[in-house]
Structure formats: C-alpha cells, structure tokens
C-alpha cells in the first residue's frame, strides 16, 4: 500500500507544469522589472523555448511572454464593456456579428501596438479568437482549441 501511495505521488508530481512564485529568469529579470515595476503575485511557467510570466498589477491580470530572453508580447485580460467603441462597431459588421463574446483581452506588442483578442462563440461547437488592431481592422482568426 505504502508503494501504491509513493507511486502516485511521483506520477503526479511529475506531470506537473514546471512553474515558481516570483522567480523571474535572470535572462529576462531586468526586462520585466523595468517594465512592470509594481507585478506582484508574479508566477513563472517555463516552456520550451518560452516563458511566460503571470503577474498583477493594478488589480489587472498580464502574462508576459519571453521567448530566448527577449519579450513577445504581454495579454492583460479585459472586459468587453472596456473594449474600444471602434472594435465594437468592427465587430457587428463582420460575419462574427452575432456571436456571442466569451472572453476579451488587450495585447501589448513590441513598438507601442496593441491588439484587442476577442473570444467569439457562433454555436455550440464553434468558438474562436479574432484579433483586431487599434483601428479596429480583423487581423486574425483563430479556432479555439
């Protein structure tokens, strides 16, 4: 029984996402505290050949990604009512228009750009993301897996 029991634990210790509260990689640490100086509740996931860092700040959620210690990008979830009315109005007039939106966030880009991704679900069984750019113009379109 007591092999049974450790044997559990091993198998489920060891499917385990590798991640750490608050340690930032040395190749990135810099980086992410000069550009998010007040993250709190900092959560590290390392993946292949990414990282992404979970963090607060602001009572807002971000993950940072970091790819080879050079950041990608940074999703900060977002709610619909907050989305730009000119994404909005984007949105009613593409063939998405009366899909239902499951969930929102705003990209931050390298460069200043930003991105607005929106989850859109048309039925039962079809729910994708949509990327628009600042001025509202669809970017992308993603199956949601």
Partial sequence: MKRLFLLIIFIASS???FSQEGKVPSGIAEHFYMQ?????????????Q???????????HYIALYAK????????DYSFNRV??????????????????????????????????LMLKEDSFSERYVYFNENGKIKKVIPVK
């Fill in 15 to 17: 499917c385990i996402v």
């Fill in 36 to 48: 998010y100086p007040y993250a709190t509740h900092v959560k590290v996931n390392k993946k292949w």
């Fill in 50 to 60: 990414a990282t992404d860092v979970e963090f607060y700040m602001n009572n807002e």
């Fill in 69 to 76: 210690d050079q950041w990608q990008y940074t999703l900060m």
């Fill in 84 to 117: 730009p009315l000119q994404i909005k109005k984007s949105l009613k007039d593409t063939r998405y228009g009366n899909s239902d939106v499951m969930e929102a966030a705003v990209i931050y880009l390298p460069g200043g750009y930003e991105e607005y991704r």
